[in-house]
Nanobody
Framework: QVQLVESGGGLVQAGGSLRLSCAAS????????MGWFRQAPGKERELVASITRDGNTHYGVSLKGRVTISRDNAANTITVYLQMNSLKLEDTAVYYC?????????WGKGTLVTVSS
């Protein structure tokens, strides 16, 4: 079992930057990849970025070029960061952290990012 706690969401003006954090605890040794997804009102959840245990990254289409995912490994915690730049109004959404292993996927509760004009 993996627990995920997201932080860093909030209100930001268009063109601004925001960094989200996701701390994973519990059975972190089983995690093969972690990532960020987002869901805007009335839209499906979509991949923003992911990073594997080996450090390989993959970016979704919507924020590609404006976002960087990184990871910090500690003894009992993995923290994944999502640095978002040049934010647009359409980036407003709930951002969810995800941790995947070979047998399960865990989700955080989400953190709201609101981009204002």
């Amino acid at each position: 079992q993996v627990q995920l706690v997201e932080s860093g969401g909030g209100l930001v003006q268009a063109g601004g930057s925001l960094r989200l954090s996701c701390a994973a605890s519990g059975s972190i040794g089983s995690i093969t990849a972690m990532g960020w997804f987002r869901q805007a009102p009335g839209k499906e959840r979509e991949l923003v970025a992911s990073i594997t245990r080996d450090g390989n990254t993959h970016y979704g289409v919507s924020l590609k070029g404006r976002v960087t995912i990184s990871r910090d490994n500690a003894a009992n915690t993995i923290t994944v960061y999502l640095q978002m730049n040049s934010l647009k109004l359409e980036d407003t959404a709930v951002y969810y952290c995800n941790a995947a292993s070979s047998i399960y996927a865990s989700w955080g509760k989400g953190t709201l990012v609101t981009v204002s004009s």
